[in-house]
């Protein structure tokens, strides 16, 4: 077999990004910009993003912190709570910029304190997101502590979104970082307007990775990582081209201390290298020429968008990731810190 050794395709969109605020956003936007020509933000800032005009004023900071020449366009999304009314949604429409509202089941992740307690309680607001056509992006695990954290994302299917989704027949969503072949398959059957994004993390890794030789706090996220037989169900479906599976890294930075700690926080930093890792997961898949469609058709097709006009150029270059990025007073431990990456950006 011939080895590809450069691999040019549409410019990318990452469709679930964390940039947070302050300086840690002007320390990671320069990697997720180089890359990708758009991004879905995620609204869980502190205090999280719940009104369209906080989001339109978080989207003003996006740009602010973008490097000179920068060609790229932060899409918003906005938090959902047990309190957001019906009008929150028609603002969101009409500001132009806001592309979705994010479900956090309350307590299921990093702040996700304020998310939404019973998702009955916000069926109005899904009525009307359905009416405007603004999708909903869901983190899909229940919080029911009795749950074991394994069968958490297949028991948000059968009691959660399942029933959700019979409710609202016209809402357009979108299962985010789905882990586990419970969800590939509830994806792969749903009805018309439901997708899915997908990790590096997920593709690459499975749940043996966080204990490898001791705890690895860097490679601990939400949802975590699964076992191998679902690893192996969504590596099956990308390499398939299945249209409803799309990129979407999950990067998710926190500061070294916050994840070599007692309790550490939830979250891997992958920006550095959001398509190089994915191009990785494709070529050992032998799909790299499904990468494009993953990486820069299908999610724009979903949401309605345009697909980008620009393109990137991959090279199979080794380089390694370092021990870590610089953060103001601190360090960012990204993925595959200090070792070795087999595919690079060509500059
Ligand atoms: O690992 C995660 N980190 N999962 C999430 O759902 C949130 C994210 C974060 O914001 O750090
Ligand atoms: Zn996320």
Redesign the pocket.
């Known amino acids: 077999m011939v080895t590809m050794q450069e691999l040019t395709i549409r410019r990318p969109d990452d469709w679930h990004l964390?940039l947070?605020d302050g300086s840690v956003l002007a320390a990671v936007l320069p990697f997720t910009a180089r890359r990708f020509a758009r991004a879905i933000v995620?609204p869980?800032l502190a205090p999280p993003v719940t009104t369209t005009a906080a989001a339109l004023a978080y989207r003003g900071r996006i740009v602010a912190a973008l490097p000179a020449g920068a060609v790229f366009t932060p899409l918003m999304t906005l938090y959902l709570t047990d309190t957001t009314p019906p009008e929150e949604i028609d603002r969101a429409v009409d500001s132009g910029v806001v592309l979705g509202c994010k479900l956090?089941p309350a307590g299921?992740?990093?702040?996700?304190a304020a998310g939404v307690t019973d998702v009955r309680r916000i069926d109005a607001v899904l009525a009307r997101m359905s009416e405007r056509g603004l999708a909903l992006q869901v983190?899909g695990e229940v919080t029911d502590p009795a749950v074991d954290i394994f069968d958490r994302e297949a028991c948000f299917i059968e009691q959660v979104l399942g029933p959700l989704v019979a409710r609202h027949p016209g809402l357009r969503v979108v299962f985010?970082?789905v882990t586990t072949r419970a969800a590939v398959e509830y994806v792969c059957a749903a009805r018309p307007g439901i997708a899915a994004t997908v990790t590096p993390q997920h593709l690459l890794l499975n749940r043996n990775a966080l204990f490898q030789g001791g705890i690895r706090p860097h490679l601990?996220?939400?949802?975590v990582l699964k076992r191998e037989a679902d690893r192996e169900a969504l590596r099956a479906v990308v390499a398939a081209g299945n249209p409803r599976f799309f990129l979407g890294t999950?990067s998710?930075?926190?500061a070294r201390t916050q994840k070599e700690s007692a309790c550490g926080?939830?979250?891997?930093f992958s920006a550095h290298a959001g398509i190089e890792l994915y191009a990785e997961v494709f070529e050992q898949l032998g799909a790299l020429a499904r990468l494009e469609d993953f990486a820069a058709h299908f999610g724009a097709d979903f949401y309605g968008l345009p697909r980008n006009s620009g393109t990137l150029t991959l090279e199979r270059r080794a380089w390694s990731a370092p021990a870590s990025y610089p953060l103001e007073r601190a360090e960012l431990v990204p993925l595959r810190a200090g070792a070795a990456l087999a595919w690079a950006v060509r500059a």
Request: proline share 8%; aromatic share 8%.
């Open positions: 964390h947070r995620m869980n956090y299921a992740t990093t702040h996700s983190h985010e970082h601990y996220c939400l949802p999950d998710a930075p926190h926080c939830a979250g891997i």
